[in-house]
């Protein structure tokens, strides 16, 4: 998820704006490898001060597997794409093409939710489809995206019916990953940001037929105020949280500010928690740094409802920390295993081994270039 106006005022600068769809993390030690694994296709110049950085930190945190996720994080030629096909511009010879091209369907196991209209394929091997551009009064036949994106939603489980919020829904491929799934009584997309809600409204309109956008809500409301708005008033609510987006920090381009968006990196578990937890619920603690955000979230879910937080960044701080804190903090949630999801497509996947079961972290491994990806599910009792 990229960083909205709340949290852009914690750093310099945005980030480029195609920035979430890309791989953005880690490198190989020395400059030289660096430089030779960035050659190819993709252009890409690492960061040095950020490398070093990640260096130090998943290291710390992922101990030996650290180096081989900083190897495909720093090969742009091993990255992968996933192809999120269109149920409402369904195209049999697009099917065709891709088998001939060596792609097949992804989860493919046997999973607790998995829609028979939700079809991503993908590749072992690392390549790109075309993209297709947007052309008024025309449905995208696909989406292009990072397979591990379409976790968090099938974490989610929205069935027909029930009324959803995506709280940081921009630009709107996990929303349009929900709509492949399930047809939500009300669906309600977010995003404060002027430029980035554009872009989410295009994106709606690209894939969603006309009698079905006009149902969809989007709007641009503070994140955190839209629990006080609509107390209680969701079945299910995603939280893709602003968070470092470590592959495109990996990437900066400028060296000062990438030395102050590190500096200034703790601050995203704060507003993280802001997302999450609520300084006026009497249910949660009264810790001041739990305000706004995951607060809002849980205020807007209806009890019994179920909340997926997801990050795309590997950084402990911004994942588990945050769900641990809230679980501590707040009496009306509760962890949601999620253990079969993970086991069902770990064929497809790498997933870091030492999580708690309501909690998956992707690590991108080559052949398997997905991630980084967090995803961790509640309830509300």
Known sequence: MRLPPAAA?????????????????????PSEQVENKTKGKLQKQICQVVLDHFEQQYTAELGDKWTSVRDVLTCPSCWQYAILLNKFSQSAELENTLRVKGYHLAFRGTLPYLPRSLK?????????????????????????????????VLALEVKDGEDVLDLCAAPGGKSVTILQCAYPGQFHCNEYDDLRSRWLKQTMESFIPDPLVNLITVSKQDGRQIGDFKPESYDKVLVDAPCSNDRSWLFSSDTQQAKLRLIQRKELSSLQFQLLSSRNNSACGKTPHLS????SAIKALRPG???VYSTCTLSKAENGDVINLILKSCANVMPVDISEMAKAVSQEFTFLCDTQQHELLVLPEKGKA???MYVAKLKKI
């Open 9 to 29: 005022r914690l750093l310099p600068a945005p980030l480029h704006a195609g920035a979430g769809l890309w791989p953005r993390r880690g490198a190989a030690r």
């Open 120 to 152: 991503c394929y993908i590749s072992r091997t690392p390549r790109r489809f075309p993209a297709q551009k947007h052309q008024t009064g025309k449905l995208k036949e696909y989406y292009l995206l990072n397979a591990a994106s379409v976790l968090p």
């Open 292 to 295: 706004g955000l995951l607060r």
């Open 305 to 307: 409802g179920s909340l």
């Open 370 to 372: 997905w991630g980084p």
